[in-house]
């Protein structure tokens, strides 16, 4: 259903009196580079861009939207990879990126307060002088908004130990579609009532629009060592991550890299990592100044005895820098191997992700499609990157049948279909193979709770019943492609 | 991504170019982040992810007005995104196809066309720009303080010395450092002579950058010939390199190879050149200078041209802290300063915005001296500065 064409001009005139001209764009051509998010491959033209750059703004283009019942897609940075920042076609895309105010630092309580589009790694920095930090560090940092990550409930390579997003906010200001404020949490760790904060962290945009967020700020750590271990067999790798876990550490990030992983971001970076290597884990440890060398070689032990055949340890703080710099831009960096590529984002139990990764290389081969792989091996989420090229015929929908393998891997393994991108568009299928038609309807009933007219983020996130009984039928059928409504790259 | 440029296109050297950058982009944003006018902005059409969308789709064939060209004009060309981008992408190279092409497409207003012609006309030639300053400057007592800020004062040349040593390199002037600031040069050419080198200054005019930006290609080409022609004899009798000390020429003269690539003449002699250009931090880095500075502080400007362009990131810092200098830690040193070739003038808004940051970036650390490597930030930060701005290279003759 498009926007009729008396809702668009009612619309636009309102609108009008609360924006400015350049924060409402209307024509095609301003519309354009909107139509996607970090996946690209998912397409479409919203009606119309708000870029509001007040609260009052925001909520004042939430109440004319609720009451000309026009969908709203709320919009951070644009760095999610399921689509869930895809515009709706007869929709608003509410963009939140000018409202980027760091609003307070509470260096005493360790805490600070930010609009939603401050960028993720822009905190961290403000608050580095004061000695604290913001734990949770996506790989997309760089860009991504905290907004955007407490829709997403993003983790990142620190989060093994520091914990999601939703363990690091203490609160959120959230508008309603209606324009109603709601006030959740505060500067504390627990609050009366229901866990309303954790429910609305990962939402996704479906149930309100995040304008602020309090967040919990860490004490830099005294001392932080990462090293390099690298092995000529995945296997071996995989099974290194678990001989640290079951060692009682629980180091600051333990992530894993493959070959193709290895050589993209090489080429970007320039780190030095052993050539031969079919495997590098990066295992950062710290803590106190004392305790870190000595756990630093306790993990070197287990490593090497695990078969790595050689492991480097960063000399200093801009070497350190330099390892989780190349680790973090990986996937970008992948585009140098390949015009496109389709990240994957399942997890799995630790101890079977040896087993995994070789059938993952086995369906790789079947399908005839490289597949790179960089991941939060501590916490078992995977991130297989499928590397496509999206002008040969084809391709992406091999991709994609591929991608689906892998998450039916994945959920068959005991393990999920997303960890931390969110189900946004592309995962909708998957849920339908996550959970049971009587979960999902308790999800649709929490959506219905804050949303009754269903103009948040509409199709995202939580698939109908209905979906998942034709995706059913579907699987029978073949051949037909998930969203044929949609423009496809 | 996928592109969609048509087949005629496609069979063009511009277009195939273009479709493999293009491909690259992953659309990540991590560019975003790091882009001048996105983060004044916020507004993706304002980003290099943007940009690169917009541009796209102008290649496409997707209709396109005055509004796609104002958001492509809005970049510093500062090339921050590139070094950003983990693909590798060329974004500089594209923005030259794309800018070149909405220029067909979408005719500027005429004072649009006057202004731009004048910038072409005036700032190349070091005779024109000259006269005007002359004039500016005899007139300046007459105008209210703010303009005289705009108006800098005659500077001593310097002496340079003579060619004695066996070591040869050039230093090519460029078009507005010879009136704005001659003495950059000279004090090279003794620090120079002093380790053993003699430099030969080369007077060509402007090296090309001013009409490149301006997208007047056939301008350029034309500066690029001259340029050429002046420094071949000397290339010629073997000397060992050709020194710029605006970074913003030295990015130029890199280029050269490519923007030549396909001049059945001149090809070979743009790669020649491309490869004997330095910036000067290359040749002092090696040189063993006395550490004089005693603890000055001094908060540097890295240049966009030196740090994305020249990819020269760190190495003037090091110099200065090795002769001695306190060099002070500078937040947000990557945002370009707003100065950006005709930039300043052509948008002044948003240049102005970005030098207030950058100078309260810059006074941060209390230095007592801002230094720079490259003519245009220098001239743009002192207009509004409250701490003088010097050329690096004229601090290393301070005490
Ligand atoms: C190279 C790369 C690496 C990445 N690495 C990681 C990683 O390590 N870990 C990880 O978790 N993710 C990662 N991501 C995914 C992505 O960066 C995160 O999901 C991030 O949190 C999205 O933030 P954003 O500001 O870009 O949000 P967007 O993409 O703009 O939006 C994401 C979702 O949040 C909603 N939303 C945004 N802002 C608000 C708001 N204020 N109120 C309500 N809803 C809102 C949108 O509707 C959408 O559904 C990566 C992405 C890229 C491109
Ligand atoms: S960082 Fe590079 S790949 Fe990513 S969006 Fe920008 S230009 Fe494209
Ligand atoms: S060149 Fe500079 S201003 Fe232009 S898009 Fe890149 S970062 Fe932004």
Known sequence: MSLSKTTCAALMTRLGKVLSKHALLHDEEALRPYECDGLSAYRQLPAVVCLPETVEQVQAVLRICDELQVPVVPRGAGTGLSGGALPDHAGVLLVLTKLNRILEIDAPNFCARVEPGVRNLALSEATRPLGLYYAPDPSSQIACSIGGNVAENSGGVHCLKYGLTVHNVLGLKMLTIEGELLDIGGKTLDAPGYDVLALLCGSEGLLGVIVEITVRLLPCPECAQVMVAAFDDVAKAGAAVGNVIAAGIIPAGLEMMDKLAIRAAEDFVHVGYPKHAAAILLCEVDGARVEVPEELQRVRQIMLESGAFEVRIATDEAERALFWKSRKATFPAVGRLSPDYYCMDGTIPRHRLAEVLTRIEALSEQFGLPVANVFHAGDGNLHPLILYDANREGDLTKAEALGACILRLCVAVGGTITGEHGVGIEKLDGMCMQFKSSELSQFLRVKAAFDPQGLLNPGKAVPTLHRCAELGAMHVHRGQVPFPELERF | ?399
Not at chain 2, 202 to 219: D, F, I, P
Not at chain 2, 348 to 358: S, V, Y
Request: glycine content about 6%; hydrophobic content about 40%; some cysteine.
């Open chain 2, 1 to 399: 991504m996928q592109t969609w440029l048509p087949a005629e296109f496609m069979q063009t050297s511009e277009g195939k170019a273009a479709d493999a950058i293009l491909r690259s982009c992953v659309h990540c944003g991590f560019c975003n982040a790091a882009c001048p006018t996105y983060t004044l902005l916020g507004n993706e059409l304002d980003g290099p992810r943007g940009r690169i969308y917009q541009i796209k789709g102008l290649l496409e064939g997707s209709p396109v007005t005055a509004q796609t060209q104002s958001h492509l004009d809005r970049c510093l060309t500062c090339r921050a995104c590139e070094t950003a981008c983990p693909s590798g992408v060329q974004y500089a190279k594209l923005l030259d196809i794309g800018r070149a092409e909405i220029a067909k497409r979408v005719p500027r207003s005429v004072p649009q066309r006057l202004l731009r012609r004048a910038l072409r006309w005036i700032i190349p030639s070091t005779r024109r720009f000259g006269l005007m300053l002359m004039l500016a400057r005899a007139l300046r007592p007459l105008l209210p303080s703010a303009v005289q800020r705009y108006i800098p004062l005659a500077k001593p040349s310097g002496v340079w010395p003579q060619v004695r040593h066996s070591r040869r390199m050039l230093i090519l002037a460029g078009c507005v450092q010879p009136v704005l600031e001659p003495g950059i040069d000279s004090s090279l050419a003794r620090l120079l002579d002093r380790h053993g080198i003699s430099a030969v200054p080369v007077y060509a005019g402007c090296c090309g950058a001013v009409s490149h930006h301006l997208t007047a290609a056939e301008q350029t080409h034309a500066h690029i010939k001259t340029t050429i022609d002046a420094l071949w004899p000397s290339i010629e009798s073997g000397i060992e390199a050709i020194i710029t000390t605006a970074g913003g020429c030295g990015a130029m003269l890199r280029d050269y190879r490519h923007i030549l690539r396909e001049d059945a003449e001149y090809s070979a002699k743009a790669a020649r050149v491309t490869e004997l250009c330095r910036d000067p931090v290359q040749i002092i880095e090696a040189l063993p200078i006395d550490a004089a500075a005693k603890g000055r502080r001094v908060a540097f400007q890295a240049p966009c041209s030196l740090v994305n362009a020249l990819k020269l990131e760190g190495r003037v810092e090091a110099v200065l802290q090795r002769v001695g200098f306190d060099v002070l830690p500078v937040q947000e040193s990557a945002l370009c300063c707003g100065s950006a070739g005709t930039y300043s003038i052509l948008q002044a808004g948003l240049a102005n915005e970005l030098r207030e940051r950058k100078l309260k970036n810059l006074y941060l650390a209390e230095p007592e001296i801002i230094a720079t490597a490259n003519i245009g930030c220098l001239t743009h930060l002192n207009a509004a500065s409250q701490i003088p701005v010097a050329h690096w290279l004229s601090l290393l003759e301070m005490d």
